[in-house]
Nanobody, 113 residues
């Protein structure tokens, strides 16, 4: 299971930190990350981290967001210089061998102008 936290309301230019921790069996997890979704749109990648340490970011967040953690027990997303267009529900994701995919409950991030 994935437990996400840290969303909230912030003004444009502000910062938030999202956290996601795994519980239960972590066997085979090789990647963890964050996706976001807005009404009427598909869930899309924000940032991911592999257990090897490699990371990927959406172009829209490069230079503003930073993912950290160990990609097996926990992953964090430091969100700086937030923009109104970053408003979305953010979902924690974990990929494991099998293949298996896990999703945490969403956490709302709202950025006001």
């Amino acid at each position: 299971q994935l437990q996400a936290s840290g969303g909230g309301l912030v003004q444009a230019g502000g910062s938030l930190r999202l956290s996601c921790e795994t519980s239960g069996s972590r066997f085979g997890i090789y990647e963890m990350g964050w996706y976001c979704q807005t009404p009427g749109k598909e869930r899309e990648l924000v940032a991911t981290m592999r257990s090897s340490g490699g990371t990927d970011y959406a172009d829209s967040v490069k230079g503003r967001f930073a993912i950290s953690g160990d990609a097996r027990n926990a992953v964090y997303l430091q969100m700086n210089s937030l923009k109104v267009e970053d408003t979305a529900i953010y979902y924690c994701n974990a990929k494991a061998l099998g293949p298996r995919t896990f999703w945490g409950q969403g956490t709302q991030v709202t950025v006001s102008s």
